[in-house]
């Protein structure tokens, strides 16, 4: 019986389109989102990471070693081994401390642990609307503080999964709070310097209510 590429899990919309787990785009060479940094937008956002900071769909590591460059305590997931084995040579070569697991960014609750940031960088904007929702109920269970969403806006040289603002803020109800969203830009390797337009979010967890 041939090996289940997705391991067990759900493809997400993007697989099914494509017909290939995430792991793919790593197999010949760079993806198309990793152009051999940290993402701008995240660099510049970084001084308002604190305490634990979960990236959530971390790829090929490179904004979680920055953010622990800064010296905080990070994890990266994702469902993608050749990343992550990317993601740990780079640790291992920077003489960071990092750390880097599997995980289903739909099901992060499989964690049991919660921190006070969570990154996604690029993740939001590669479900389609159902996976939102299910990926925000995910997020719930992790999620004590503050989160922050790098994705596609439209525009021109917009990217293949643009986001239009009412959509990314639609899926957080109640118990969180959209704090703001800014103009900002995605690097892509297939984009020139400026990059994609993108949105960047910063959303909330509210208190519990007694």
Wanted: charged letters at 25%.
């Amino acid at each position: 019986m041939p090996e289940d590429p997705f391991g067990g899990r759900k493809p997400t919309s993007h697989e099914r389109m494509t017909g290939l787990p995430w792991d793919a785009s790593y197999h010949e060479g760079p993806a198309p989102w990793d152009f051999g940094g940290p993402q701008p937008a995240v660099v510049r956002a970084a001084g308002r990471f604190t305490g634990t900071v979960l990236d959530a769909g971390c790829g090929s590591g490179e904004n979680a070693l920055h953010l622990v460059s800064r010296g905080l305590p990070v994890l990266g997931v994702d469902v993608a081994e050749t990343a992550l084995e990317t993601a740990r040579e780079k640790n291992r070569e920077r003489g960071l401390d990092a750390e880097f697991a599997t995980a289903d960014a739909l099901h992060l609750e499989r964690l049991q642990c919660r921190f006070d940031t969570v990154l996604d960088c690029g993740l939001f904007h590669a479900f389609d609307a159902d996976e939102r929702v299910a990926y925000v109920k995910s997020l719930e269970a992790v999620t004590k503080g503050t989160l922050y969403i790098l994705c596609f806006s439209e525009g021109e040289s917009a990217g293949p999964h643009p986001v239009k603002r009412e959509a990314l803020t639609k899926p957080f109800g109640a118990g969180w709070r959209v704090k703001s969203i800014e103009v900002e830009r995605v690097q892509t390797r297939f984009h020139d310097e400026s990059g994609a337009p993108a949105w960047f979010a910063t959303i909330e967890r509210e208190p519990a209510r007694e």
